[in-house]
Protein backbone atom coordinates (compact mmCIF):
# COMPACT_ATOMS: atom_id res chain seq x y z
CA UNK A 1 0.00 0.00 0.00
CA UNK A 2 1.36 2.93 -0.68
CA UNK A 3 0.14 5.46 1.90
CA UNK A 4 2.70 4.66 5.12
CA UNK A 5 1.40 5.04 8.45
CA UNK A 6 3.87 6.78 11.02
CA UNK A 7 2.04 6.82 14.16
CA UNK A 8 4.42 4.52 16.20
CA UNK A 9 7.20 6.32 15.37
CA UNK A 10 4.96 9.43 16.61
CA UNK A 11 4.27 8.21 19.85
CA UNK A 12 8.06 7.23 20.55
CA UNK A 13 9.08 10.56 19.69
CA UNK A 14 6.39 11.77 22.37
CA UNK A 15 7.03 9.28 24.81
CA UNK A 16 3.59 8.14 24.70
CA UNK A 17 1.75 4.50 24.57
CA UNK A 18 -0.65 3.06 22.33
CA UNK A 19 -2.97 2.59 25.40
CA UNK A 20 -2.86 6.20 26.60
CA UNK A 21 -3.44 7.34 22.94
CA UNK A 22 -6.73 4.98 22.57
CA UNK A 23 -8.18 6.64 25.62
CA UNK A 24 -7.26 10.19 24.99
CA UNK A 25 -8.92 9.78 21.06
CA UNK A 26 -11.65 7.96 22.40
CA UNK A 27 -11.51 4.81 20.42
CA UNK A 28 -10.48 1.34 21.31
CA UNK A 29 -6.97 0.16 21.01
CA UNK A 30 -7.60 -2.85 18.71
CA UNK A 31 -8.95 -0.01 16.34
CA UNK A 32 -5.88 2.06 16.80
CA UNK A 33 -3.56 -1.13 16.39
CA UNK A 34 -5.52 -1.27 12.84
CA UNK A 35 -4.96 1.49 11.98
CA UNK A 36 -0.88 1.37 12.98
CA UNK A 37 -1.05 -1.39 10.78
CA UNK A 38 -2.08 0.27 7.89
CA UNK A 39 -4.94 -2.46 7.70
CA UNK A 40 -7.51 0.62 7.80
CA UNK A 41 -9.42 0.98 5.12
CA UNK A 42 -10.52 4.38 6.03
CA UNK A 43 -9.69 7.01 8.78
CA UNK A 44 -12.60 9.61 10.14
CA UNK A 45 -10.78 13.24 9.74
CA UNK A 46 -12.36 13.70 13.49
CA UNK A 47 -9.92 10.61 14.52
CA UNK A 48 -7.48 12.10 12.62
CA UNK A 49 -8.00 15.63 14.32
CA UNK A 50 -8.14 13.74 17.75
CA UNK A 51 -4.81 12.00 17.27
CA UNK A 52 -3.03 15.47 16.13
CA UNK A 53 -4.25 17.14 19.19
CA UNK A 54 -3.51 14.72 21.51
CA UNK A 55 0.37 14.32 20.31
CA UNK A 56 0.82 17.61 18.87
CA UNK A 57 0.91 16.77 15.70
CA UNK A 58 0.54 17.07 11.89
CA UNK A 59 -1.26 14.72 9.75
CA UNK A 60 1.88 14.56 7.53
CA UNK A 61 3.54 13.29 10.61
CA UNK A 62 1.46 10.43 10.94
CA UNK A 63 0.87 9.84 6.73
CA UNK A 64 2.81 9.21 4.05
CA UNK A 65 2.72 8.70 0.38
CA UNK A 66 5.04 6.50 -1.69
CA UNK A 67 5.16 5.29 -5.18
CA UNK A 68 4.87 1.40 -5.21
Do not use: H
Not at 34 to 62: H, M, N, Y
Amino acid sequence: MPIIINLDQVLADRNKKSKELAEMVGITEANLSILKSGRAKAVRFSTLEAICKALDCQPGDILAYTEE
